[in-house]
């Protein structure tokens, strides 16, 4: 595996593989991995002749009083096990090659963007928009794996590939779970004894609320409540718990077309997201 710095070694690799006809898979990441990212990169070295995953940690994504400066950083661990899974090209950029001085340009996605995880992290959108739309100007690649744990994030992307007709496809893959449930998530270091315990609460809430449209029940706020009685019990009062169309995030009264259940919350010292799709009857 390659470590590139420079955006003109990356892109050599992948003129390189182009020329030989080779498909070209990108997997963002903000490093620190753990099997959520190796269930992406792993799905893009089964699917392209070249695997590019780009390591990353945004400073535009995070706002001023965010964990940017604490983020879990160790390149030489994610190194060995990008290269672990076959990885070609791990892309792990300084700051100033990706936002030299004069960088001026920002990509905002209206709407969707202004709600949920868009309302609490103002600017924060737009930071991973802009950054996406660079690695995909930089990488060309063919396709690109994202976790739908970051569902917000992943319609973001989808809007801003089809808006500017970028030449990529974005592939969603599943949420990767811990054996008790917990979504994996780099930020789940944070979470130390009895903070860890809770945290399962935001799945098993989800949980009740998928038991309870199972059992025919389409009314988002009998839905809800099921998400929040399981959320109280331990002690977590949520940042948001919404019920939203699949596709647009426009909130929702009714489970009549593919609709999301979406979750944020602070447990002890990280702040959690998860979601689920409950299917549309329509
Ligand atoms: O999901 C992430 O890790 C980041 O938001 C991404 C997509 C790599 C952009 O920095």
Redesign the pocket.
Known sequence: MRIARTIAEVRAAVDDAKQRGHRVGLV???GAFHEGHLSLMRRARAENGLVVV?L???PT?FAANEDLSTYPRDEQRDAALAEAEGVDVLFAPEPAEIYPDGFATSIHVAGITEVLDGASRPGHFD??AT??AK?FGIVRPDVAY??RK?AQ?VLV?QRVVRDLNLDVRIEPCPIVREPDGLAMS?RNVYLVADARARATALHRALDAAAAVHRDGVLDAESIRSSALAVLADAGIDPEYLELRDADSLAAVDRVERDALLLVAARVGAARLIDNLLLKGDA
């Open positions: 963002p990441t903000m780009s990353f940690v945004n994504q930071g991973v950054v996406v690695l994202f976790g970051d994030q992307v780099s």
